[in-house]
């Protein structure tokens, strides 16, 4: 008989919930009229506009082919806009890389490749082109602070792909943290974890917004968003919403940014009961 298994504790968010009016003076990015998308191809992301203001976490949500990701890299220069810009703490973004830290999704990593945990962690320290450069012992300071904050330390010369899903998402973290920028880019950290390395992830994220630091973390968890983000944005090719979680994540909202009828139980965002396509509801609709 196996015992049971730990209850997870509600996570609390480790700054005060900010009044909807609230507006940093300066703002840790800003997109305006962005345009995106790949050759031959429609554009993926079309005019979207928003901000992330210094010291908040915002939460970008958005089903399966938003374009989510390529709004991201886009945002990085990792793929040329086809129109629109990208601000960084009032600077092009392009001048602004120190600055930047950015977390693909862990199936976007060579987990093959033949490196150690620390090795991956020191790539976060890579700022610009150093040929025949070696680490130097800030760098190696860095990269084990890193470590220790998302409690793998004890995994730095283990080969990073015999770790498991969670722990490579930790370890990318470590990365992005290591790098010590003021701005973190998340795409679906959370994808594929239990609730307790959620929650683990969560009060690290917490931890660096606490700092003053700020996020822009691509989801599909509403209750993250609700219970953690400062801001929520909603995505489907082009912003339908953003704003305060409270006001942003309504069953209307969501229900055009995922195309689906939204089905929820008790508050929003705390059970997600179902998702059931908006066609099936009007047909069960007109057979009453």
């Not at 968010?13 to 300066?26: F, N, T, Y």
């Not at 886009?74 to 973004?93: C, H, K, N, Q, T």
């Not at 003021?182 to 931890?207: S, T």
């Not at 801001?231 to 209307?252: D, H, W």
Request: glycine fraction near 10%; include cysteine.
């Amino acid at each position: 008989m196996q015992a049971p298994s730990s209850p997870i504790r509600e996570h609390v968010p480790a700054r005060e919930p900010l009044a909807p009016e609230h507006r940093h003076k300066e703002l840790a990015l800003d997109v305006r009229d962005l345009w995106a998308g790949y050759p031959g191809q429609p554009a993926a992301v079309r005019g979207v506009s928003f901000v992330v203001p210094s010291g908040e976490m915002v939460g970008l949500v958005g089903p399966n082919g938003a374009g989510k990701s390529t709004l991201f890299k886009s945002i990085l220069g990792l793929i040329e806009p086809l129109r629109g810009d990208a601000i960084a703490f009032g600077r092009p973004v392009r001048e602004a890389r120190d600055d930047i830290a950015y977390m693909p999704q862990v199936e976007e990593v060579d987990w093959g490749f033949p490196v150690s945990v620390l090795d991956v962690v020191l790539m976060g320290r890579y700022h610009g082109f150093r040929p025949f450069a070696r680490w130097s012992r800030t760098d190696h300071d860095r990269a084990r602070e890193a470590l220790e904050r998302v409690n793998l330390a004890e995994f730095a010369g283990r080969q990073a792909g015999q770790l498991s899903g969670g722990q490579r998402r930790r370890v990318l973290m470590a990365r992005a943290i290591a790098r010590g920028a003021r701005l973190l880019l998340l795409d679906e950290p959370f994808a594929g974890l239990d609730a307790a390395a959620q929650h683990e992830l969560l009060e690290i994220l917490d931890g660096l917004v606490r700092e003053g630091n700020s996020i822009l973390v691509a989801t599909h968890d509403l209750s993250c968003v609700m219970s953690s983000c400062d801001e929520a944005v909603c995505l489907n090719r082009e912003i339908i919403a953003a704003g305060p979680p409270a006001e942003v994540l309504t069953p209307e909202v969501l229900s055009e940014t995922f195309h689906m009828h939204l089905v929820t139980v008790g508050a929003l965002g705390v059970q997600v009961a179902g998702f059931y396509p908006q066609a099936s509801a009007r047909a069960e609709s007109s057979r009453r």
